[in-house]
């Protein structure tokens, strides 16, 4: 037997490629220099090895209401699709594949998952399908995805297909400050949504996950337009700072209250409120400088808001604040909010009001899944509710903890 023809014995491990890993692996070796307009075109090259057809990529508008067809070569380019009524809406929000029996085949429709987060859908026909092409296509999917979001940082393409309509300078700038909107690993979820999408201006959140602990924070600075922007954009700024220096949450607040003092002077500040989540336990800290009380969720009803002391808003140089403490259950949501969902009103009528969000709160909690699907269904139905615009920011962030573990996805089997 020639050297090249020897068999591997039973110990030796199969490195021997199959056409998936070689298909994966074309998009993979090229991926580091590809450039972002020629994505597309590999992608519906590598789609077509497997037999699939009519391909598109489709991607969420900064309003949460569209998903739109990425334009490219070999792409098929339509109308957008509807998130709450379509086949590729529902891939998107579920998080789920969806496959759709056709005279021709099967249109399939893949979330493009970046980590937990949904970069939108792929979509595409094949004849037949069984689950050798289910497996390598939610592969596929996911490495594009991982493309997707990696090209996104230097190119205008994704950020055009997405945008439907005029945004304004302040907007553009809180929508570069945002962390991705929603996130989910075993242990926690989270998701959340700004608007007006277009026009956002003082509004903004943030949120890591460092080993056990979410941090988060929700601010809303005074005023509207690019003054606005320019405040939350330090709060946040000097919010990351103080988060990754390691200090508590009463320090946190001193940091950020110094810092919006020190740059815009006495008479402005900004609202906020800053939590801590260990997600193995469920014990949740807070300190709340100026904001509404969040909601505690338990069993898709509002128990209660969670009331604490309050502070002055940062900016104010109020007095060192008391944290707060909560031990969720495992199940248990907590919904943020700051008051421009709950103070729009017309002219010479009430308020919006706690009272109405709590109820609209209880309806979406039974009808919707996910946090995700959640938090955009509730401020899509609040924004209706209020008239279908909004003289101030409304902004939503919602935080499921869900405990366990996660070590067991770091062994492979």
């Known amino acids: 037997m020639a050297e090249g023809d020897r068999q591997p014995d039973k110990d030796t491990a199969d490195r021997s490629e199959g056409f998936g890993e070689r298909l994966l692996g074309v998009l993979l070796d090229r991926a580091h220099e590809m450039p972002p307009q020629l994505i597309a075109p590999l992608v519906a090259e590598e789609v077509a090895r497997v037999g699939g057809r009519d391909i598109s990529i489709l991607l969420q508008d900064y309003a949460q209401l569209l998903l739109v067809p990425l334009p490219g070569r070999h792409l098929a380019v339509g109308e957008p699709e509807p998130i709450d009524d379509s086949h590729a809406g529902t891939a998107f929000l579920n998080a789920t594949p969806v496959e759709v029996p ?76 945002l962390p991705p909107l929603a996130m989910s690993v075993p242990q926690v979820a989270v998701a959340g949504i700004l608007e007006p999408a ?25 005023g509207h337009g690019l003054n606005a922007a320019t405040m939350a954009t330090v709060a946040i700024g000097a919010y990351r700072h103080s988060r990754r220096a ?74 060192e604040p008391q944290v707060s403490e909560q031990r969720l259950q495992r199940g248990d949501r907590v919904l943020c909010f700051t008051d421009g969902l709950i103070e729009e009103h017309k002219a010479g009528e009430e308020q919006f009001g706690e009272e109405q969000l709590v109820h609209w709160v209880n309806r979406i909690e039974h009808a919707e899944e996910g946090v995700r699907a959640v938090v955009r269904a509730l401020s899509h139905r609040l924004k209706e509710e209020r008239g279908g615009s909004t003289s101030d920011d409304a902004t939503l962030f919602l935080i499921e903890w869900r405990g366990g573990a996660a070590d067991h996805l770091a062994v492979l089997e």
Do not use: C
């Open 246 to 319: 390691g200090i508590d949450l009463s320090e946190i607040y001193a940091f950020m209250d110094q810092a919006i003092a020190e740059q815009f002077g006495p008479e402005h500040f900004v609202t906020a409120q800053m939590m801590r989540l260990n997600i193995a336990t469920g014990h949740l800290q807070w300190v709340n400088a100026g904001h509404p009380a969040p909601l505690l969720i338990r069993n898709h009803q509002v128990l209660r808001q969670l009331e604490s002391p309050t502070t002055l808003p940062v900016g104010f140089g109020g007095e």
């Open 198 to 222: 277009y026009n956002v201006a003082g509004d903004s959140f943030d949120y890591a996950l460092n080993d056990d602990i979410l941090h988060v924070a929700v601010v809303d600075a005074m």
């Open 102 to 177: 056709q005279a021709d085949g099967v249109r399939m429709y893949l979330p493009l998952l970046d980590g937990s987060d949904q970069a939108g859908v792929l979509a595409l026909t094949l004849e037949t399908v069984d689950d050798d092409d289910r497996r390598l296509l939610r592969r596929l999917a996911g490495l594009v995805a991982d493309m997707l979001v990696t090209k996104h940082s230097y190119t205008d393409q994704f950020f055009l297909t997405r945008r439907r309509a005029p945004m304004s300078v302040a907007a553009e700038i809180q929508w570069s400050l």
